[in-house]
């Protein structure tokens, strides 16, 4: 087969998202690195998702990669399908989280030349030095490569502008996002990430890459892991390092690990710059919890909070509803958590269930999962988007106890009710749309119409609980 000389790596658009300008293409940029690196001759520019600059630009490119999420599955068939029109001999690759866990579907697309299911780096690099032997390519990086890997070109002219078009801000500063470790070793089954194996950057890489950061005069950054705050000794000297470069940094946590170093855990994170660290609690429910295998408790999410709170760091909750066997007393149970526990924000969204998730694939063995999928896909599939445009969520589970209505009403009255920061264009919509005429107003203590219109919707949910 013949060797690709120049490569042009393209991220889909989001445009089931409020902003898809926030998290830059990191994939991508891992990826220009590595076959920059062994492959020097080859000329490898990561592209933008706008499709007007991207098929302008496409011309001089011998291949296409796509990295494809499953809400971006649409976009990227009208993608590859435009190119391959026009161009219908150069080579399209699709990689991405989508094509792991659909690749079977992905095969019966002809407009895809290639298929990369797991660690793009030495599939791409395969098939760019035209050694690829099949349509699906598989490798994945050892431990000791990730190790060693190339940090994420953020150097390169093009590097640079395409990182200039994201913006995302912490603490009031301009900040980016990086990944100090990919996998996480829980088992959460409505998580396609769990049971994955975790595969560190050398602490020498991540103050490489932190130092990149802050060259590019960036104040703060996003560690990305799916568990940032999980080991004391291994965190530390990276905490220290963002620290001694004044970048302030947001993380993820899990109530276990966190509340296992507790008060140590909070104030390493406190002393060196976190401004929010944000975990996974779901659900107020001990029977919904051990149901998905959190493995913690709801006391433990409570002691997260509180460890965190103590040392004046932000914290932020992920809630996910209509989970096995949810019902009106575990989303009560939820509700409680959402008023007692204390912490600054929180994310609510109700379970997608993507395939590559065990629920998923123990309902397609035809497991005893209290839970129906109900695809709003036009191709039959989940959509697959946890947050929607306008601080929405999608709606395509239902249980045996409550209908996918049940939940949306739910969720809504949560969102409204406590007016998370992360939702607030639903709610400051929601208030507009209040503001035009409709039943309620901006301010419930103002408006006894609305103040009765949320009673009556309390005492509802309550009647029904
Ligand atoms: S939900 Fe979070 S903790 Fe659980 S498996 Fe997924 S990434 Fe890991």
Redesign the pocket.
């Known amino acids: 087969m013949q060797s690709i000389k120049n490569l042009l790596l393209l991220s889909c658009r989001s445009p089931f998202l409020d902003d898809s300008k926030v998290y830059c293409p990191l994939a991508n940029l891992y990826l220009k690195s590595y076959v920059n690196q062994h492959l020097p001759g080859v000329h490898v520019v990561v592209g933008d998702d706008d499709y007007d600059l991207t098929l302008a630009s496409v011309e001089p490119f011998d291949a296409i990669g796509i990295s494809i999420a499953t809400p971006q599955r649409f976009e990227a068939l009208t993608l590859a399908g435009l190119i391959k029109e026009r161009w219908p001999d150069k080579i399209v690759i699709a990689g991405g989280p989508h094509v792991k866990h659909y690749c079977d579907e992905m095969l019966q697309l002809r407009v895809f030349d290639y298929l990369v299911p797991f660690d793009g780096e030495k599939s791409l690099t395969r098939i760019v030095a035209g050694k690829a032997t099949g349509r699906v390519v598989s490798d994945v990086l050892t431990r000791t490569e990730v190790l060693s890997q190339p940090r994420p070109d953020r150097k390169s002219a093009n590097a640079v502008s395409v990182l200039r078009r994201y913006s995302y801000h912490l603490a009031g500063r301009s900040a980016t996002t990086m990944m100090t470790a990919r996998g996480?070793p829980?088992?959460?089954s409505f998580?396609e990430?769990?049971m994955t194996s975790v595969r560190w950057s050398s602490l020498g890489n991540i103050k490489d890459e932190l130092n990149d950061i802050y060259r590019l005069g960036y104040g703060g950054v996003y560690i990305f892991d799916?568990?940032f705050a999980i080991s004391l000794s291994k965190i530390r000297p990276i905490c220290e390092e963002m620290h001694r470069l004044d970048l302030v940094y947001r993380c993820n946590a899990?109530a276990r690990y966190f509340t296992k170093w507790g008060d140590e855990m909070a104030r390493l994170l406190a002393d060196t710059g976190c401004c929010e660290v944000a975990f996974?609690a779901e659900s107020g429910s001990q029977k919904i919890l051990d149901n998905v295998r959190k493995r913690c408790t709801v006391e433990q999410n409570y002691k997260t909070v509180q460890y965190a709170k103590k040392q004046g760091l932000i914290i932020k909750a992920f809630i996910l509803l209509g989970l096995p066997g949810e019902t009106w007393e575990t989303l009560a149970q939820t509700e409680e958590f959402i008023r007692n526990a204390g912490f600054d924000d929180f994310q609510c969204a109700v379970y997608m269930p993507f395939r590559g998730t065990q629920i998923r694939s123990a309902i397609e063995k035809g497991g005893l999962v209290d839970l129906i999928i109900r695809p709003a896909g036009i191709d039959g599939e989940v959509t697959g988007a946890y947050g929607t445009i306008g601080g929405n969520t999608a709606y395509e589970v239902s249980t045996s106890a409550l209908s996918s209505e049940d939940l949306r009403t739910f969720r809504d009255y949560l969102v409204m009710r406590y007016r998370p920061s992360s939702h607030k264009r639903r709610w400051e919509d929601q208030d507009k749309f209040f503001d035009q005429g409709s039943i309620t107003g901006p301010h419930a203590e103002e408006n006894p119409v609305r103040q009765d219109h949320r009673r009556l919707v309390h005492e509802e949910l309550l009647d029904t609980i």
């Open positions: 996480c829980e088992q959460c998580c990430d769990a799916d568990l899990q996974g």
